[in-house]
Structure formats: C-alpha cells, structure tokens
C-alpha cells in the first residue's frame, strides 16, 4: 500500500471509529448527568434507581432532545458489572405501556410491554455479559450485551387527568439488587458531584476533543465489550492502536495516527447531523426511520445520528416516529406562516395503542405558548369534519376559537419541526403502505 493510501485510510478509521464509538460515549455522558443526584428526583436517579415522570415536561425542560407529552416515562441508568437488578412491573390494567432496555451501545436488547409480554404483572432480572448465576423462581432472565445501559418506560397518559393513574402504576414498579430481592431494601443516597457539568450531553459531547473522547471510549469497553458482529470494526481500529479491553491514550500514538484522529470528531459530527436529517423513508415532506432504529445490527452510522438527536429511540414495532421540516412544497416550516395538516378519513395514523402530534423549536424542544399544548393526538377533543376527515391548524396565533381543539401552536419566532408519533403501530404504517399527508401552507 503506498503511503498517500495509507494516510487517507487512517483518516477513515478514525473517522469510523468515532462514529462507532458515538453511542457508547453519548450514553455515558447521559448517564452522569441523570445519575448526578442523591435521591430520585424527575427523570434523575442514582444508578440502578429508578425515577418517574409525574408530569408531561414543559418549555424549560432541556434533558433530551424532542421529548413527548404523550406519556409519562420511567427511567433508569443500570450498571449490573456487580450483580444483576431485579425488576418487578405491576398488572397494566389494559394500559399501553412499554420497557425498552437499551445496552450502552444504544441497541435495544429486550423490551418487556403491552406488544410483547402482555399487561400483566411481570418480573425479570437484568443481568451483565459475564455473570453467572441462578435466579429466583419466577424471574425471568434478560441479559444485557453490557454491564451498564438505560431503561427508558413510557405508560400511556390520556391528558392530565389521567395523572394519578399512571402514578399509581410507576409506584408498583420496582428495581432491587438480586442480594435485595425479596428482603426489605432501601437504596442508598448518592453522593452528588458538584463539579459534574449538567449541560445537554449532545453539546458536551460536541466539545469533547479527542483525546478525552477516545480516551473516555476505550475506559466504557472495559465493560462495555463490542457486539458480535463488530469484529470487522475492532480489527479496522487495531490498525490504529484502539482495542478493545485497553486504555488509549492519544498523546502516545504515532504522529499520523493523532493527526487523523484529532481531525475525526469534525468530520464525524457532521455526518452524524446530516444523517439524522436525512434518514428513514422521505414521503409528503414527512421521514420515517423504519429501519437502523433500536436495533442497528452494524448501521454504525445511523446508530450514531439517533443517539444524537433521539437518544432512547424504540424499536419500530413499538411505535414510529415520523418526522417533518417542510411543507409540502418542501419550503422550511416557520413560525411566521400558517399551515393546516389534513388527514382524510382513511387516512388518520393506524395504530393499536395511539397516536400523536407534537411541535418542537429550532433547539429540537418544546416551546412556551398561550395554551400550554406541546402536542395534539387521539386522546385529545378533537373536532373531525362531517366526512370523518381531520384538519389540524399549526400556527403561531389561535385559529380562532371554534377551531382551537384542533390547534398547534407554533413557537413565536424561528423555524420549527414536527413529530408524528404512533404507538404499537398497524402493519400498513410499518411496510410503508401508509404515509403521512403533506403539511399545506394556508395563504
């Protein structure tokens, strides 16, 4: 190989690299954020806690990008390199509701619910790659590809109203250590850091240079070990002296071998945003990821741009996402214009559990309006014209008020995009046989 092949192929390892190593590093960066408190607080808690979402968030809420005010989370930061955790979910009652663990690679690897397991009451163990054990009678085993991850749970909530109902269910889950389990167990306090940064953790991993970057990724596959189906991609970055199971440290690698790597997380990130942008099936306007979406096999790629811009994201049986940034004259959606979505009657989004629409700024986030409405779906009083059709107004300015049911705000300055959300949603929606109407500008 001669030289000029050489120096450019380094490039695209380190390239690679750091798109593969994205997710891993992401999670971890979330993790020290919504670990970073003594006691369940929101959607914080000390690891292997878990913590509940009392209510819809609201317009100061930056956690996580494009949140949703369709239900109320439950989440959980788990690291079972110790010993597993064991989780106990009460009876549903017939409520949708959904658990998906996610491996520190951001891989869905089991997600108990509604679709899967039924709404009865289940429990389950959360187990690490290299323990070895027996459980307990009735508790099933799911085995984490990696010692630590995230649970991200959602339970249907039909408005605010339906607010103590859902507690009452998140109140009856549990998660113990399995030396806890069937003991009475208080969780410790934790010691919180005051030196943690608490911004949103897409930014601070924006501003990680590399050094702190590979250095932090090769310390997670200490436990974090590579899927197996990642040998092609642990061999390409041998090459450049990151294996799995050793610390790096730039500062010691050959000068070649800096430079293609300092030059990586630019490049990278910028394939990273422009994916996300760009990916899933593109129909009226509207994209639906239906593939690379919770289970990414090697789409090392498009693993890294949902981990950026929707990290948790479910798998596609369990709801779809499609998402909107133009008209349907391709035309930026903005605030300063007027537009009506309308689905006609065989057309409103196919779906067993629910659907939703939700409205989200520039900063991919909820926006403060005059009626405090993030989003507008199936459980909302919505007003279908005579022929069963359905007209949605988004605007910044009430519609006027026989028409405020069907209203979504927009933010009051700047461009925005949208979020369909379809829970459990129809075969029609997942082979693409369904697609959403285009958003129509109103002169």
């Known amino acids: 190989m001669n030289m000029k092949h050489s120096i450019e192929e380094i490039y695209e390892i380190a390239r690679d690299t750091y798109i593969y ?39 100061t809420y930056t956690d996580v990008v494009r949140p949703n005010a369709d239900t109320l989370y439950s989440a959980l930061s788990f690291n079972v390199s110790k010993e597993p955790i064991v989780v106990s979910i009460p009876d549903s009652g017939g409520r949708y509701y959904l658990t998906p663990w996610l491996d520190c690679w951001t891989d869905v690897f089991t997600a108990p619910g509604s679709r899967t397991t039924g709404t009865g009451a289940i429990t389950y163990a959360i187990v690490g790659p290299k323990w070895r054990g027996t459980l307990p009678d009735g508790v099933k085993e799911y085995r984490s590809p990696t010692a630590s991850g995230l649970l991200i749970g959602r339970t249907q909530t039909n408005g605010k109203p339906d607010y103590e109902a859902v507690r009452k269910f998140q109140d009856g889950m549990s998660a113990v250590p399995l030396s806890a ?15 943690q940064d608490m911004t949103a953790p897409p930014d601070q991993v924006d501003q990680m240079d590399a050094a702190s970057f590979f250095a932090l990724f090769t310390e997670l596959m200490k436990d974090n070990p590579p899927h197996a189906n990642d040998y092609p991609i642990v061999d390409r970055m041998k090459r450049i002296g990151i294996e799995p199971g050793k610390s790096f440290n730039l500062a010691d690698a050959p000068q070649e071998v800096q430079d293609a790597l300092n030059a990586a997380p630019a ?27 919770g289970s990414y096999g090697t789409d090392y790629l498009h693993r890294a741009g949902v981990a950026y811009a929707g990290l948790g994201a479910n798998l ?31 057309q409103i ?70 979020n369909l959300r379809l829970y459990w949603p129809k075969a029609e929606a997942l082979n693409g046989t369904w697609t959403p109407p285009g958003v129509k500008q109103v002169k």
């Open 267 to 293: 490049v990278a990130l910028k394939l990273i945003k422009q994916v996300w942008a760009n990916s899933g099936v593109f129909a009226n306007g509207w994209r639906t990821n239906l593939t690379a979406i």
């Open 181 to 195: 389990y069937g003991k009475p167990y208080t969780p410790p306090k934790n010691t919180v850091n005051p030196n």
């Open 349 to 418: 989004p196919p779906v067993r559990a629910f659907w939703s629409l939700t409205m989200y700024d520039e900063r991919q986030l909820f926006t403060a309006n005059p009626i405090d409405r993030f989003a507008i779906g199936d459980r909302d009083k919505l007003t279908f014209n005579s022929d069963g059709s359905l007209d949605l107004y988004i605007q910044r300015e009430s519609p006027g008020k026989d028409k405020e049911s069907n209203w979504l705000p927009a933010p009051e300055s700047g461009r925005f995009t949208m």
């Open 21 to 59: 190593a994205y997710p891993l590093v992401m999670m971890q960066v979330t993790q020290n954020v919504g670990c970073n408190v003594a006691e369940p607080i929101g959607l914080r808690a000390p690891i292997n806690q878990i913590a509940h979402n009392r209510e819809f968030p609201d317009a």
């Open 316 to 346: 596609i049986e369990d709801a779809i996402y499609p998402t909107v940034f133009t008209d349907e004259n391709g035309e930026p959606l903005h605030s300063d214009k007027r537009y009506v979505l309308h689905f006609e009657k065989d």
